[in-house]
């Protein structure tokens, strides 16, 4: 890479002004309307009318879009334009961009912004177009084989709700007839979070004992992607709130309203945040495994959509959630889904620790390619 001109990025590059365009003002049409976090609209104008690559201004600053043909970037955003005497593929640009990670330049105080003039004092290699392309063709073939492994992924995970209708029936209509019991009444125990002083963001510590909390609640997964934790100390000034491997822990707000993880073995005790509520079965009479997708399956969702409250932030609270009929088959087919539930995760597993390398292998082609 000796031979690759370095410049800074502001003499190769502009990063022009998105410009405004008001909810009201698009007539729709087949033309995206951009913002900092992707498509807000569509209008029937562009501003552009060439591939261009978008950087979050506003918001999701720095942030970076790949987009092409006509597309119109509002006002949150920069759209790229290249310097006369200079010579880019766009694709080039935006693993470029993406690598040189401009969110970090973000101001820190009111809305998240990014300044051109930050910006421009960056340095980028020019290399030659033939070596742009080759580059846009090793990252792209990269990029293919992760989103193809995200497809599966995303295939495998609709397989355990299948499953549980097949098993079981919907459990708004209960075809087959289960024995209706209230939530509450299949819980040894089911109790919300610490709320208020209890539990503030200043109790949180850097090790300790793991705060399971809303952002960590997927649709049956543990997202560990951002963990918290509290001092042994505080934690046992909660007591009541001391979660175990194999409590369900139910997601009473967000998107959806409704879900559910089962705590694994690999956290052997934690704290529930507010609106996530422990619920721990009752082993005679139902497993963890099935509490956990009967909160999952969209069905059950829109049953308890009478529970929710709220306009802004809809929950649903746990006091409600206690009082919902739900249907209750018999243990030996809550065993028999338990087990198949526990063989799909185990292959789910393997895909997502393959989606994991396949990520940190493009990212360390992206920086090889790009210089580190």
């Not at 709130?241 to 369900?248: A, I, M």
Request: with cysteine; net charge positive.
């Amino acid at each position: 890479m000796a031979y690759w001109q370095t410049v800074k990025l502001g003499e190769a590059l502009e990063l022009a002004y998105g410009k405004s365009l008001p909810k009201g003002n698009r007539v729709g049409g087949t033309v995206p309307v951009f913002g900092s976090n992707g498509v807000t609209g569509w209008h029937d104008t562009a501003l552009i009318n060439e591939t261009t690559v978008i950087v979050g201004r506003k918001g999701s600053a720095g942030a970076v879009q790949y987009v092409e043909g006509p597309c119109y970037p509002i006002d949150t955003t920069y759209y790229v334009r290249t310097r006369q005497g200079f010579h880019f593929e766009m694709k080039f640009l935006y693993y470029l961009l993406r690598k040189l990670d401009l969110s970090r330049l973000k101001t820190a105080t009111g809305v998240p912004g990014l300044t051109r003039e930050d910006a421009y004092k960056e340095k980028i290699p020019v290399p030659p177009l033939l070596e742009q392309r080759r580059i846009v063709d090793i990252l792209s073939r990269a990029e293919g084989i992760i989103r193809l492994q995200r497809q599966a992924a995303d295939k495998a995970r609709e397989i355990i709700p299948a499953l549980f209708l097949d098993m079981f029936g919907d459990p708004a209509t209960n075809p087959k007839g289960w024995p209706i019991r209230r939530l509450g009444d299949l819980a040894e125990k089911m109790s919300d979070g610490p709320f208020g002083s209890n539990l503030k963001t200043a109790h949180y510590t850097e090790t300790g004992v793991r705060v399971v909390r809303l952002q960590n609640i997927s649709v049956g997964s543990l997202n560990d992607e951002d963990k918290a934790f509290v001092s042994h100390e505080h934690f046992a000034s909660l007591p009541r709130h001391r979660c175990l491997p194999g409590d369900v822990i139910i997601g009473t707000l967000g998107d959806p309203n409704l879900r559910a993880i089962v705590l694994p073995p690999s956290i052997p005790e934690a704290l529930n945040k507010a609106d996530c509520v422990q619920f721990r079965c009752r082993l005679d009479t139902v497993l963890p495994e099935y509490i956990c997708w009967l909160m999952n399956v969209p069905s059950t969702l829109a049953m308890a959509a009478s529970l929710v409250q709220g306009i802004t932030r809809t929950r649903i609270s746990m006091g409600r959630l206690r009082e919902m009929f739900v249907p209750v088959p018999s243990l030996r087919l809550q065993k028999k889904f338990a087990d198949r539930t526990n063989g799909i995760r185990g292959i789910l597993s393997q895909r997502e620790t393959s989606q994991r390398s396949g990520v940190a292998l493009f990212n360390a082609l992206l920086a090889n390619v790009l210089g580190n």
